[in-house]
C-alpha cells in the first residue's frame, strides 16, 4: 500500500490491523499470535478487530491478496521492458521471492495447510482461486507472444505457476548464505 494512496477511516483501520498482524506473525509466529494480540498491536479493541477481520486465516487471505497485488504491479512493468521469454519469466519468479523475502517464518507455519486443498488457506483450494488465477496471469504475461503449440500454450501457465511454488518452497526451506 503506497502512502499516496488516501485511504478511508475503514481502510486504514483495516491495513492497520492487517500491518499489525503480519509483524506480530513475524516475530511471534502464526499460531502463537492471537487475535487479543493483534487487536491489541493495533490499539483496537477486540470487538473492533473481528469487525474487521473474523479469523487469523481472514488476515492472511488479506496477506495473500496485498502479495499478488504487488506481484502484479511490480512484474508487469518490469516484463514489458524484459528483452525476452528467459528475462519475462526471471522477473515474474524474482518479484515474488523479493516481495515474500521477509515472510519465511509465516509461510513456512502456513504451508502445512497448502497441500490440503479443503482448507481455507491453501494455495490449490476454491477459497484462493483469485490470487492462483491472478498468478497465473503474470505467467501468462512472462510468455507473451512466445511461439508455442495451442496445448502447451493452454497449460503453460499453470505448469509455470506450480514451478513457481516448488521454487517458494525450495526458498523457505533454504539456509543456505545468501
Known sequence: MTMATKLSKRDATRENILTSALKLFREKGFEQSTMRDIAKAAGLS?????????????????????????????????????????ARLGVAMHTKLDIIKDDRRLLVALFRYGGDPDHPLSWFGPATKNQRELAMEIFEAAIGDEKLPKDVRM?????LWTAHMGMILYFLNDRSAG
Open 46 to 86: 477486540l470487538g473492533a478487530s473481528y469487525y474487521y477481520f473474523k479469523t487469523k486465516e481472514a488476515i492472511v487471505m488479506a496477506y495473500y491478496d496485498r502479495v499478488q497485488a504487488e506481484h502484479t504491479a511490480l512484474a508487469i512493468p518490469a516484463m514489458r521492458k524484459a528483452k525476452d521469454f528467459r
Open 155 to 159: 497449460l503453460a501457465p499453470r505448469l
